[in-house]
Each structure stands twice: as C-alpha cells, then as structure tokens.
C-alpha cells in the first residue's frame, strides 16, 4: 500500500490484528506534517493563534458583532506547508485522492445534525474546478450534502485580499426551495475547506439564520 499524499510505499505488517482495522492510507512522515500545529496560545473560538490565549480574538469579535449567527467552530488542521500543498493539490491540479485524506483527518460524525451545508461555488467556477471541494467533503465524510445555499460570485477567494473579503457583500443567497420553510428546533452544520478570515463562513450563516435553526455549527479542514 502507497501513501496517499507522497506515494511511497508503506511496509505493513499483515496479521490478524490489522487485517481487519481500517489502514491509515498516510505514511508516518506525512501524518507528522499534516499534522503539525503552529505554537502558540489560542482564541478558543475561532483556535486561530494569538499572543495569549483568549476567549474571543479581535477578528471574532468583529465577526460576531456584523454576522452573529454561528455558534461553535471546528477545524482539524492549521494551513501548514503540508497542508497548503494538499489543498492546492485538491483544488487546482484536481488529485481527487485528496479528499480521501481529508475525510479520513476529520475524524467526526456529522449524523448528529439534521443538516450538513456546503459553501456553494459559482456554476461558472464549478465548470473549471469540475467539483465543489466542500460537497464532496461532506460525501467523504458520510453525510448528505443539503443545499440550502447557491452564489454567483465569479472571484476566487483566495486571490482577494484580507482587507477586501472583510469588506464584501453577502454572496450567499438562499435556494429556492427552502426560502420559505421554517427550520425551528433543527441544526444545521456548514462545511468549508479553509478559515482565513472566517467572513465566508460568517456570511454563509447569516444568509440561513432567517431559516430559524437552533444552533448553525461550523466545520473546516484547515485553519489559516
Ligand atoms: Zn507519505
Ligand atoms: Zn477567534
């Protein structure tokens, strides 16, 4: 069996024991470096690094005052180097196999929610990307993707600056068939691949709190 992220081969030892136990399709080194997390004290909201540990950072507490709908928010990695390659990886050369290590990083079970909603893209962006890479999270990580959400913005994210993505309007709007359901008492978990400033994922809350959800939960792989 090869790595999945550099594809060297993986001796393993074949015994009744591992037979039956799901392989860890990471080599060793690579677990390491995906792994690696920054130093330092953190938000405990957001889990970005900061000089002492604090409940809310400065960019939380922005966030929260414009776009107060989310509640709790998970990530599984910092965008290390290792990270940052596989994301491009994922993202731009199209190496599917990318989302195999994803999925199997976060480790979670999404089946407590009634909805799991992806960070829509463009059906412009879609066309040259060929997937959205936070549906087909969702799929990696057994959940039916709800698409309460669609966009149209045409621009990369990560091509804006930080300056200008705070500043942006709503990109998110509604679907159609759910604008006028009424979600009381459900909760709702928005999957994206990376938190750089969180405005993405803010926003994308903000559009589904007119839906009446209990709590609007946020998950992402990486955290810039
Ligand atoms: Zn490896
Ligand atoms: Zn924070």
């Known amino acids: ?48 690094v900061t000089k002492k540990t604090i409940a809310v950072c400065g960019d939380c507490q922005t966030l929260i005052e414009v776009y107060p709908a989310v509640d709790k928010i998970y990530t599984f990695t910092d965008y290390n180097d290792a990270v940052k390659m596989l994301m491009h990886r994922y993202k731009f050369l199209k190496d599917y196999a990318m989302v195999e290590i994803i999925g199997f990083i976060c480790d979670v079970n999404l089946s407590s929610y009634d909805y799991v909603v992806p960070i829509p893209i463009s059906k412009e ?9 936070a549906l087909e999270m969702i799929v990696k990580l057994k959940a039916k993707p709800a698409i309460f959400l669609e ?30 359901k009424d979600f009381t008492g459900k909760s709702i978990i928005i999957i994206d691949d990376i938190y750089t400033t969180g405005v993405t994922v803010h926003q994308a809350a903000d ?8 709590n609007i939960d946020v998950l992402t792989f990486s955290k810039a």
Not at 125 to 133: D, F, K, L, S, V
Not at 207 to 214: G, Y
């Open 1 to 48: 069996m090869r790595c999945l992220y550099c594809h060297m081969k993986m001796d393993e030892e074949l015994n009744i024991m591992t037979l039956f136990k799901a392989r860890h399709p990471l080599c060793d080194s690579c677990k390491k470096a995906l792994l690696e997390k920054f130093e330092g004290p953190r938000c405990q909201r957001c889990h970005q």
């Open 125 to 133: 962006r879609m066309r040259e990307r060929t997937y959205n890479q």
């Open 151 to 180: 966009t149209k913005a045409k621009e990369r994210q990560s091509e804006q600056g930080r300056q200008s993505r705070m500043a942006r309007k709503n990109p998110f709007y509604l679907s159609e068939d759910v604008r006028e």
């Open 207 to 214: 559009v589904l709190k007119v839906l009446n959800f209990q």
